[in-house]
């Protein structure tokens, strides 16, 4: 018979206990380290997002005091441990604002300035310059603020920033852009104001409701429709990434990034006038409808001789440049009397890229005699046809950074008319925007020094049509919209 006091039977029970005890404590010890943080993400995320239906219904008020509709509108904010903030103040203006530019590309100092646009403050240099016209708008922002994490209304729209510094559109900007007509009304705030806590705060947004017309202003020499080349739209803002995204997803815009200042660079091309005009010693022509096959519509010269020399040309060029492209025919009185031989030259000095040299097999006649001699010469003349003079081709290859459609092989002794060429070949001159032509007689090109340049230019003419890119702005129209906001 065993005795009491040797018996085990109860060790098992007790240590089962102890063991489901442990494994309790350790699992809720576990759960509150891991837990815990997720909860407290999941908390500040639903507070983010109260935060942004807030300030969606704040934007839906504040246009109603933009628009004129009310003197002024009051939305309650809860700020749940963070901050709200009216930054309309001039240090808060640094950080906020729009810069606007009116660029002619035929200045002598654009190609300077075109390597270096995408950066703020790039015009500084050359702001003073004929050729360019800049205005700037302020336009601060309402913004709360918790931890990393920032909501915000700024230029009409609402945006919220995340930790790793991206931020997204919550409501759309007052940004609006149909392809030929940009309005932008820029909404300034005016206000200097802090609230922290958790308690809830009104923000209440007033004004005047006298918007100030800033473009078109004719006083400025600001017109519509625009007679510069390019809009460059510089946006500096806390939110810069998300008014990119925003622009990159319009039909007819696209946006770079400076990340160093950040700011979102928006820049649109202007379609040259069209039609019939005196010749000029330079002229422009508008990017052209890369999906059409065949943009050009009309481009022709009627050239009228300036002297009793006549139209007799050694090496008449019409030329043009972009990046690493160049585009130039030739005209010159060659194999005889009254008449004009042609050359078409493409380069492109990129990698892969060469030169393409077509020489005309056709001539255009010239009548008259002396400074009455006169010659039509027509750049999308079917008839006229021209002969490949190199090896091999780069640029009729299947569309890439130096070619473009139909994907058709040349070599030396091919032969192809005026139009497929013009067609061509401004196609790819004009890929990356407007581009300015010059004519120039320089001569023999023997080191003899220029020639004399044989045309009338007051009496000669220039017809050009053609379909331009879509998406190419024709007017702008830009207003000031002052709102005064205050924390209650």
Known sequence: MKRITNSESAVSP???????????????????????????????????????????????R???????????????????????????????????????LNVDIGAVWYSGFQNQRYKWG?????????????????????????GDRIVGYEGGGIWSKYPNG?????????????????????MKISGDQVSSGTTGVDITVSSDNMPVVLYPDSSTGRVNPLNSDKILIYIQSE???????????LAYTSAETDDANKTAIIELEVIPAMGQDTLKQAFKVGAVNQSNPAPIYNFSFDLQARASAGLNPSNYQISTSSGTKTLTYTLAKNGGANQLTMTVIYEDAAPGGGVETWTGLDVFPVSGAQDDQASDVDFLNQTFNLEYDENSDFSWNETSWISTLP???????DVTSLYNLTQHYMRLITTDGSVVFNLDNPGNGKGKGGGSDPVDYDDSSITLYYDGMPGSITYLHVSKNELTASLG
């Not at 063991?19 to 507070?47: K, Q, V």
């Not at 790039?122 to 918790?146: D, H, L, R």
């Not at 991206?166 to 820029?186: A, C, D, K, Q, W």
Request: net charge negative.
């Open 14 to 60: 007790v240590i089962g206990m102890l063991i489901i005890l442990a494994l309790t404590i350790t699992s809720t010890s576990i759960i509150l380290l891991y837990g815990m943080p997720t909860l407290s993400n999941m908390e500040d995320m639903a507070n983010s997002q109260k935060v942004e239906q807030a300030f969606t219904v704040f934007d839906s």
């Open 62 to 100: 504040t246009s109603k005091v933009a628009l004129g509709e009310s003197p002024s509108q009051t939305t309650s904010f809860s700020i749940m441990d963070g901050s709200i903030k009216v930054n309309g103040g001039n240090a808060s203006y640094n950080e906020s604002r729009i810069v606007i």
């Open 122 to 146: 790039s015009w500084e240099a050359y702001s003073a310059q004929p050729e360019m016209s800049e205005f700037n708008v302020s336009m601060g922002s309402i913004t709360y603020t918790k």
């Open 166 to 186: 991206r931020s997204v559109m919550i409501s759309p900007p007052e940004f609006h852009y149909n392809g030929e007509t940009l309005t932008l009304p820029i």
């Open 239 to 249: 939110f810069y990434t998300a008014w990119a995204d925003y622009a990159n997803s």
């Open 407 to 413: 994907n058709v092989e040349y070599e030396n002794g």
